[in-house]
C-alpha cells in the first residue's frame, strides 16, 4: 500500500500526494498484487506451504510500502488507488479460496463480499459527483489486519485442530464486524462529500478522512 498506514496518514495527512508512479512503495504495492493472484492460485492448485509462504509476503508488503511512502515522503494518487484496491483483492481472493477449500463457511464470505459491493456502489456514486476516494482508516486497516490473522490461522487449523478453527472463524466473525463498520463510516464519508456544504462551497474538497 503505497499510501501510509493509519498512522503514517495521519502524519502525512498536510502533505497533498504526488501524481508519481514509479517510486519504490508503489512498486512494492504493485508486487503485492501479483503476490495476492499467486496465493490464489496456489491455494486451489493445494499448496498449501507455498501459499502460506506468498500470503505471508503479501502481508508484509502491506505494512512495508505504507512505511516507506511516509520514510520517504512517497505518498502518490496511485498509490492512493493500489491500496484499498489491494486490499479488496486479498479478500476476494482469501475468501473464495478458503470457502472452496471448505476451511470457511460460505455465509461469512457472503458477509464479507456484500460489505465490498456496498463501499463500491457509493464510491462509483461519489466518483460520479466529483468526489475521489477517501483514506483508509485505523478501523478499516485493523479490520483488514484481523482477517490476515484469523482466515490464514482457520486454514492451518483446518482438520488438525478443531479448537483453534473455531476460534479462527470467531476471530474472522469479529473482523468482519469491524470490516462492515468501517465500509458503513466510508460510504457516510462518501455521501457527507458528495453533497455541497451549508455555505455553498463544495464538501468534495474537504480533506480525505475517514471519521
Request: glycine share 10%.
Amino acid at each position: 500500500m503505497s499510501e501510509a498506514s493509519p498512522v503514517d496518514q495521519h502524519d502525512s495527512a498536510e502533505a497533498a500526494p504526488s501524481a508519481a508512479i514509479w517510486t519504490v512503495p508503489n512498486l512494492i504495492s504493485m508486487a503485492r498484487i501479483v503476490l495476492i493472484v499467486v496465493f490464489g492460485w496456489l491455494l486451489i492448485a493445494g499448496h498449501d506451504a507455498w501459499a502460506i509462504g506468498a500470503l505471508a509476503a503479501a502481508g508484509i508488503s502491506d505494512f512495508l510500502d505504507g512505511y516507506l511512502a511516509r520514510r520517504w515522503n512517497q505518498v502518490t494518487e496511485l498509490g492512493r488507488v493500489l491500496d484499498p484496491a489491494a486490499d479488496r483483492l486479498l479478500t476476494i481472493v482469501v475468501v473464495l479460496g478458503l470457502a472452496i477449500r471448505g476451511v470457511i463457511p460460505w455465509w461469512l464470505v457472503a458477509i464479507l463480499l456484500a460489505r465490498d459491493v456496498m463501499v463500491g456502489v457509493a464510491l462509483l456514486i461519489a466518483r460520479s459527483r466529483g468526489v475521489s476516494s477517501a483514506q483508509v482508516t485505523f478501523v478499516g486497516k485493523a479490520a483488514t489486519f484481523g482477517l490476515y490473522v484469523t482466515l490464514p490461522l482457520a486454514f492451518l487449523a483446518y482438520e488438525r485442530w478443531d479448537g483453534v478453527w473455531v476460534a479462527a472463524i470467531v476471530g474472522a466473525c469479529v473482523a468482519a464486524a469491524l470490516y462492515w463498520i468501517s465500509g458503513i463510516g466510508y460510504a457516510r464519508d462518501l455521501a457527507r462529500r458528495a453533497h455541497p456544504a451549508s455555505d455553498g462551497a463544495s464538501v468534495a474538497g474537504a480533506p480525505e478522512r475517514l471519521g
